[in-house]
């Protein structure tokens, strides 16, 4: 099994995280061809970086997968993986097979904690049934345990 990094992202605000009952942020999610990963801290530049000690959610990821699935689902033409607000999406991988098992891509080893439930903002930042539909796959909230960088585009073997 490999794991291939399509897309990084970062944001230094919130948009749905602490919003319940008001409006929706309006940071905006940047993409990036690398990024930092700094072991108990999270991603350097994201909103999530020292955000608590131990923060299950240092670091996201999402399945390109499921993204594309979701687009035909919902017959979504012009969305973008961005709007799901999770750091890196992937190909090659059930993430939900990684949750309570550490695991490497690039060299940077993680541990995965629990899915990335989806809420209600993804009806919003996606199309009504987006939240129904993501339900069981809407990512992986991992912990970062080594310092290092990741890359778009490369193909890594996970090890455990």
Known sequence: MSIEVLHLFVSSGHNYFGHNGQPAGQSPTTEVDAVECVAGRGLRGDRFFDYKENYKGQITFFASEVYEELCAHLELCDASPAEARRNVVTRGVDLNTL??????????????????????????????????????????????????????????????
């Open 99 to 160: 949750i309570g098992h550490p695991f490497e891509i690039q060299g940077v080893r993680f541990e995965g904690m629990s899915e990335c439930s989806p809420c209600y903002w993804m009806d919003q930042a996606f199309a009504p049934g987006a939240n129904d539909f993501l339900k069981g796959r809407g990512g992986l909230r991992a912990r970062i345990l080594t310092d290092g960088w990741l890359n778009v585009a490369h193909v890594a073997e996970p090890h455990a």
